[in-house]
């Protein structure tokens, strides 16, 4: 084994096709990483998933860094946490979920690395096709909060270790879609971050209508935000998605019968995303009905919002206004 993915390589790797047969690749006991400077013709030859060069690869010493226009290596000297690297062939092996994760830690902003883990957490990727409709493409989590934990609690001393322990209390599970993370961490992040402050939500909750509504009774919804302490769900709507007719009505009746069952159903759209006083009304709609008091705004608060938001739409690949 000579060649070890890491970095962006790694998460570029875990957005593509190949992900399917690698998650069940066995994971490397022991990894030996290389501490001479390893060739280039190698990636050249090697490269059978199409990575973007340079690709970024992890080697065992600072003498074996080399950078050129296919190849960029990264040194790591310390002792490496078990669970590390996915093996993909006789040469090749690729950053864990969660070993990708805490490497990225010491590249990304907090902001960055919270959207990597509800992306990693999350049902979807998003799609490496610059002409994709979506911008994103539906797959199975990579990993969760509890494997990342361990993973992170297994390796002391490792470069972005304490930024990915700040990150993991603000990340939730089972998102859907970029912009439903989005959306998640604007409300959820504290006020001094730029966020309401909102309690974490359980993302496409599988909520059971519970009385005969239109004979829906025992029917399952999914709801997008939910908050099962006060019965609120916050539903993100795209435009795109949700502009033909039979999947208006489909949505209507979804929202009749969760709201005739106790459930407050409210809805936020991009244009409502990229407002910020439209935001503070969704979230104090949402504050109301848990019974929380709403957090003081300081005068500090817009800019902070502003690039919190602005940082998140840059990386789900949309654009925002003030």
Known sequence: M??????SSAIEFWRGNAVRTALTNPI?????????????SGILHGNLWGLTTPVHILVGSRNARKKNRRLQCHAFTGKLPKGNFVQLNENFAVSTPEFCFLQMADEL???ELILLGYEFCGNYRLDLDPDSERGFVERKPLTSIARLRSFIDGAPGVHGRKQALKALPFIAERSASPMESALAIMLTLPVELGGLGLPLPEMN?????RTNVGGMIGCVFSCDLYWRRGLVDIEYDSDK??????RRAKDAKRRNALQEDGVRVLTATFELITNTQE???????????LQIPFP???PEFAARHLHLRDTLLRC???????
């Open 2 to 7: 000579n060649w070890f993915i890491n970095n």
């Open 28 to 40: 490397l006991p022991a990894a030996e990483l290389p501490i001479g400077p390893p060739p280039t």
């Open 109 to 111: 902003s907090l902001f």
């Open 205 to 209: 909750y599988p909520h059971r209508i």
């Open 241 to 246: 998605y949700h502009t033909k007719a039979k």
């Open 279 to 289: 935001l503070l009304r969704l979230a104090a709609s949402a504050y109301a009905r």
């Open 296 to 298: 003081e705004i300081e």
């Open 316 to 322: 789900c690949g949309v654009a925002g206004n003030s």
